[in-house]
């Protein structure tokens, strides 16, 4: 009886562990893809790049709305702010909330 009750909460830490793991490596995703566009789309048009971060953080299922991505270019400096909050998973039927943002700069 306490080998299942120690497996039962090994197991609980392991799934709550691996959903916020994967919330944060999809988070990391988008900061470094976010980071490739910048630093390629130079010339892009502002509007591009924001569709273009929309689209990724559709791919990787991602809460991110357009009103939470702002881009900002004064001369060859360009701004990207992006944030979002999401809810992993921690517990079944429990969920955890977590704020996203970052700010990342050419």
Known sequence: MKT????IVVAVIING???????????????DSTHSMLVLGTQTPIEQLKD?????????????SPEKVSFK????RTTVNVSYNS???????YKYPRDHSFTDEI
């Open 17 to 31: 562990a691996y959903h916020v793991g994967m919330d944060e490596y999809r988070f990391s995703q988008l900061k």
């Open 73 to 76: 270019r004064e001369g060859v």
């Open 52 to 64: 273009n971060v929309l689209q990724k953080a559709a791919d990787l299922k991602l809460p991110v």
């Open 4 to 7: 299942l009750l120690k497996l």
């Open 87 to 93: 809810e992993p998973e921690v517990f079944p039927g």
